[in-house]
């Protein structure tokens, strides 16, 4: 499957623990996008990372959540402390390279985050 | 700042009969257009995109969407739709600055087929 991999597909925690999600951009693909998707609601943009680069933050909550996607592995969304209002889906988009909004972002199939 | 209108939440139709999910955006120049389809427990497939030129464009699974810049509009359409196509349909507009290729999506429309 040469798609946009998110893992895990489920992840379950305890108020108060980490969650990390991964996500591995389709190859070829160095930009990488992170929406989160609420219950009954449409996707919101949380980050926007090129290889080693934060391009644009400006949908991350101010504090618990950090984004990376290093030279080597999958890009990284790591919500510390999750309280049940982190509960959602959370999906991953990639594309190829800038080009003026023409690359079409192409999604994994998220992963369902669930809050005890 | 830019946003998308998807006034539908919930659309029924019957199985064969013609299909039209409306979506508009608000935005001050031409913007990138897409409308993306996600079935129970799956990410977002890209339907259709519309970029520039032709202001109708096709896309996959039979569906067209019409770009008309005097209403703001951006709707989806289907002359004759399956059982398979029951999903949720998300509008989405990216605006594209240096630096800057977020996509805003509207809320949704959910698609139910009765036979």
């Known amino acids: 499957n040469a798609g946009v991999m998110q893992n895990p597909r489920h992840l379950v925690r305890r108020r108060g623990q980490e969650a990390r999600l991964r996500c591995s951009p389709m190859k070829g693909h160095s930009h990488v996008y992170w929406y989160r998707q609420l219950p009954e609601e449409g996707l919101k943009f949380m980050v926007y990372?090129?290889?080693?680069?934060?391009?644009?933050e400006s949908g991350m909550p101010k504090e618990r959540f950090s984004a990376e996607f290093p030279k080597e592995g999958p890009s990284i969304l790591r919500i510390q402390q999750v309280v049940r209002g982190d509960s959602a889906a959370y999906f991953c988009?990639?594309?190829?390279?800038?080009?003026?909004?023409?690359?079409?972002?192409?999604f994994g199939d998220g992963t369902r985050l669930s809050i005890l | 700042a830019q946003s998308v209108t998807q006034p539908d939440i919930h659309i029924t139709v019957s199985e064969g009969a013609s299909l039209e999910l409306r979506c508009n955006y608000s935005?001050?120049?031409?913007?990138?257009l897409f409308w993306y389809v996600q079935s129970p427990g799956q990410g977002l497939q890209l339907l259709l995109k519309y970029f520039s030129g032709d202001t109708l464009v096709q896309g996959i699974k039979g569906f067209e969407a019409e770009f008309k810049r005097s209403q703001s509009s951006f709707n989806l359409r289907k002359p004759s739709v399956h059982w398979s196509d029951a999903a949720e349909y998300f509008c989405a507009v990216l605006i594209s600055n240096f630096g800057n290729e977020k996509l805003t999506f509207g809320t949704g429309t959910r698609l139910t087929i009765i036979p």
């Open positions: 988009a990639s594309s190829p390279r800038r080009g003026e909004g023409n690359q079409p972002q192409h």
């Open positions: 935005y001050g120049a031409t913007p990138y």
């Open positions: 990372l090129q290889k080693e680069n934060i391009i644009d």
